[in-house]
């Protein structure tokens, strides 16, 4: 009797453990919270910097400067499919996101997946073949408003051609420059990686469809295995990070966190709830090393703010090897 009690008692504790990390990890409310938004709105301001470096103030906090980093070099948050907020009719497939973007930006949100379907020579935010209602020029005015708010961030844009273009009669390259010529100077596009104070105020372009300019995701590490089962993603994930960590050139390392396996009736909602808290779990444990770009599927307050986290903790151990 009081071994099944105690079962019971041990069960009944690993459920709640398990709930308070998926709560902790994952997120399906429409908004971060307060606190989220606090640490998170201006993280890249207290990136330790340059004496002297324009526009930013520096604070108390980052008086003991490290240099200049590149982009590549730090922790960035990141979302997959980042304006996929919508179903429409693919049973639970299609949405990958509840934080709409203005509010993963407050988050401190700062790697964007923007999906382009080529219409009509416009731009509208697909996730396969669902219309997410939303134009890249809404995107676009919510990223500048933003970084007019905020300018001591940047922001890291993944652009990316989606499903199959219809009544156009230009390129797609061509289509995507008329479409940034009121941001223009907004941008960043090239094919080398800029340091974190060229990059503030700024959208960095990485080019999935090639002909872009910007960075080149060929150029990339990424972990990128969306249909992997989830314990093999796990692994993939933990691999990539070690692969970082290790990493003796600078490089761009992109962890995608993300995935779907029909097969076991996992949307993207379901993959993320048994990913993320891993991943929570993970990051706890190896405090210690530069992550990379961690891209996820509803992340949670607590999972965006450990990544940014990482980037402090990192500043602390190399700022102690160098006093050393």
């Known amino acids: 009797m009081a071994m099944n009690v105690f079962c019971l008692l041990w069960f009944g504790v690993a459920i709640a453990e398990d709930l308070d990390a998926v709560q902790e990890s994952v997120s399906f409310q429409p908004a971060p919270t307060a606190s989220t938004v606090q640490h998170g709105q201006e993280w890249m301001r207290e990136i330790p910097r340059v004496q002297g ?7 108390p906090r980052v008086q003991e400067t490290l240099g200049d980093r590149l982009l590549s070099e730090l922790s960035i948050p990141g979302t997959h499919d980042s304006c996929a907020l919508l179903n429409g009719f693919s049973f639970g497939y299609a949405k990958c996101q509840s934080w709409p973007l203005e509010q993963q930006l407050n988050a401190g949100i700062r790697f964007l997946d923007i999906r382009c379907r080529h219409l009509s020579d416009k731009f509208q935010i697909y996730h396969g073949v669902i219309d997410q209602k939303m134009s890249f020029q809404n995107v676009l005015r919510i990223c500048d408003d933003f970084l007019r708010k905020h300018p001591s961030e940047c922001l890291v844009m993944s652009v990316k051609e989606e499903s199959s273009s219809e009544g156009v009669t230009r390129t797609f390259r061509e289509t995507f420059l008329e479409e940034i010529n009121p941001w ?8 080398k990686t800029p340091t974190l104070n060229e990059a503030r105020g700024h959208i960095v372009l ?14 990339m590490n990424r972990q990128d295995d969306y249909q992997a089962l989830p314990e093999v993603k796990q692994e993939k994930i ?5 692969s970082r960590a290790s990493a003796v050139e600078d490089g761009w390392f992109l962890n995608y966190c993300s995935g779907t396996v029909p097969s076991r009736f996992l949307n993207p909602k379901a993959y993320a709830s048994i990913i993320n808290p891993f ?3 993970e990051l706890r444990q190896n405090r210690s090393r530069t992550l990379g770009v961690v891209v996820m599927d509803f992340p949670g307050d607590s999972l965006v703010q450990q990544i940014i986290q990482a980037n402090f903790q990192t500043s602390e151990n190399e700022l102690q090897r160098s006093e050393d």
């Open 279 to 281: 991943l929570l779990r």
């Open 53 to 59: 470096a324009p526009e930013v103030q520096e604070t």
């Open 238 to 242: 933990k691999q990539h990070f070690v």
């Open 184 to 191: 223009k100077n907004r941008w960043m596009i090239s094919g």
């Open 206 to 219: 990485l080019d999935r469809v090639g002909n872009l300019g910007g960075l080149d995701w060929r150029n």
